[in-house]
């Protein structure tokens, strides 16, 4: 068993910053990737970003490619979001997921992932 507990969301105005962490405990030495998904009012969750639980390669969501960077500290059991130049439409509740299964598969589909956090709210207003 993996719990993700997720923190660092809040109200922003547009063109600002918020960082995003998320905190993994229990079988952490089990963990093969971490992503971040949102979802927004009336929406399905769709994809943010990705980072292997080792490696450098990142994955992200074209509309988020050079505002948002997603990293690790391993040491720290810790997955952050760095989200700047924030847009309205970034509106959502952000959740942070893990991958403990071994194998392959799509990093950017909801079903890859074993574990949830309860996600945290992100607001931008204009």
């Known amino acids: 068993q993996v719990q993700l507990v997720e923190s660092g969301g809040g109200l922003v105005q547009a063109g600002g910053s918020v960082r995003l962490s998320c905190a993994a405990s229990?079988?952490?030495?089990?963990?093969?990737?971490m992503g971040w998904f949102r979802q927004a009012p009336g929406k399905e969750r769709e994809f943010v970003a990705a980072?292997?639980?080792?490696?450098?390669?990142?994955y992200s969501k074209d509309s988020v490619k050079g505002r948002f960077t997603i990293s690790r500290d391993n040491a720290k059991n810790t997955v952050s979001l760095e989200m700047n130049s924030l847009k309205p439409e970034d509106t959502a509740v952000y959740y942070c997921?893990?991958?403990?299964?071994?194998?392959?598969?799509?990093?950017?589909?909801?079903?890859?992932?074993?574990?949830w956090g309860q996600g945290t709210q992100v607001t931008v207003s204009s």
């Open positions: 980072i292997p639980w080792s490696g450098t390669t990142t």
């Open positions: 229990g079988r952490t030495d089990s963990i093969r990737f």
């Open positions: 997921a893990a991958r403990v299964e071994p194998g392959g598969g799509i990093v950017t589909r909801f079903i890859f992932y074993d574990y």
